[in-house]
Structures are given as structure tokens and as C-alpha cells.
């Protein structure tokens, strides 16, 4: 009687072994747990190389060692039919280096978007505006260069980019991903499918793309 052994691949598995297992890459369910343990301890793939690199898969070479394994099981394959191994040096923990990586990456960005604001003001002419409608609402010139419409403009600007990115704090306003995590994954999801596209490729002449 064969038994069943369901396969769900994960797209993308980052391990720190180099040793890779089955159940590193992949979630299994059977109803018999000697078969899971004995599937889910198929050796997928040996690291050599001491770099951080990443390693293509597909689920027929899955399907062949686990036949290999045991001929008597069947398996249904509810996931991906490609698969990346993310190998990934074991590294130690190094606080103050990450802080000082973070705090660099947030001052890049701050800077960034700070220019970015004000090329777009100048583009604009925001100041141009405010001055205009500080002497329509108003009916006299603004005197000196900063009113409550700039004050107003920048503490609104701050207050909506926090409530939009939903982001900055421990908490969040709903538990919908923020823009930041729907790009990230986006990111991510490109960089799987040109991965696994490449390695696809059959062609032997030079690629120039």
C-alpha cells in the first residue's frame, strides 16, 4: 500500500548549514510520522563552497530522492516546482556594528528623502504659493519667511508620512504591510523569478542581457 506524503516547497529557504535537508527547504505532512521523519532527513544538497551564495532546485530531483529513499512512497506536491537555497555563513551577532549600520542607513535615507522634498518644493514653488495665499486669506504680505502655512505644511508632511508608511513605531495602525514591506517583497519576488528564469537558461552562447 503506498503511503502519501504531502510536499509543500518553500520558494526561498535561507540555512546556515551546508548540509541541507528536506525539511530545511520544505513543510511535509503524512499520516504516518516514520515517513515524514525519514523524508523530511533526505540530504537535498551538500554545500562545497565557503561564500554566501544562493542554489537552484527543482522538485523533480525532490521527487527522485525521495523515490530513491523509499519507492513505496507517493508524493503529492502542493508547493513550488522551483526552489532557492539561500546559504548564508554562520556569523556572530556583532551589536554595535549593526547599530552603526542602522543609524547609517536611517541618516542616508532621512537625507535623501529631506533633498528629495526640498528639489521638489523648490520645483514647485511651494514658498511661492504660501506667500500667495497668505495675502489672499489674509489681505496683507507675509512678513518674514516662515507663517503658520509652513509650519502647518511641514508638521502635516511628518505626521502624514509616519500614518502612511505605518512603520516608525513598536505598534502599528492596522495590520495591513506597510509600503515598505509590499516593495520589499516585491523586490524579492523579481529577484526569485530572474534567479531561477537564469538558471533555466539552456542557451550556450553569450547572454547580453
Known amino acids: 500500500m503506498a503511503r502519501i506524503l504531502y510536499l509543500k516547497l518553500n520558494k526561498i529557504s535561507a540555512v546556515h548549514e551546508k548540509d541541507v535537508f528536506l525539511k530545511d527547504v520544505a513543510a511535509l505532512y503524512s499520516d504516518e510520522p516514520a515517513v515524514m ?56 551577532f556583532r551589536r554595535v556594528f549593526e547599530w552603526v549600520k542602522t543609524v ?11 533633498f528629495a522634498i526640498m528639489t521638489f518644493n523648490n520645483d514647485a514653488s511651494v514658498s511661492i504659493v504660501f506667500r500667495q495665499i497668505y495675502r489672499m486669506v489674509l489681505g496683507q504680505a507675509q512678513q518674514g519667511d516662515i ?26 495602525l492596522n495590520t495591513d504591510p506597510t509600503p515598505l514591506e509590499v516593495e520589499m517583497r516585491l523586490f524579492e519576488d523579481n529577484i526569485t523569478k530572474t534567479l531561477i528564469g537564469n538558471a533555466g537558461r539552456k542557451e550556450t552562447d553569450i547572454d547580453i542581457t
Request: hydrophobic fraction near 40%; glycine fraction near 6%.
Open 37 to 92: 521523519a525519514k523524508c523530511g532527513a533526505i540530504k537535498v544538497r551538500t554545500v562545497r563552497e565557503d561564500c554566501d551564495r544562493r542554489y537552484i532546485g527543482d522538485v523533480l530531483d525532490i521527487l527522485q530522492k525521495i523515490h530513491e529513499a523509499d519507492p513505496a512512497v507517493q508524493v503529492t506536491n502542493i508547493g513550488e516546482t522551483d526552489y532557492i537555497i539561500d546559504y548564508q555563513r554562520p556569523r556572530r
Open 104 to 114: 547609517c542607513v536611517c541618516a542616508v535615507c532621512f537625507c535623501g528623502a529631506a
Open 147 to 172: 507663517s503658520v502655512l509652513e509650519l502647518s505644511y511641514s508638521v502635516g508632511l511628518t505626521v502624514g508620512i509616519l500614518v502612511f508608511f505605518n512603520h516608525f513605531a513598536a505598534w502599528k
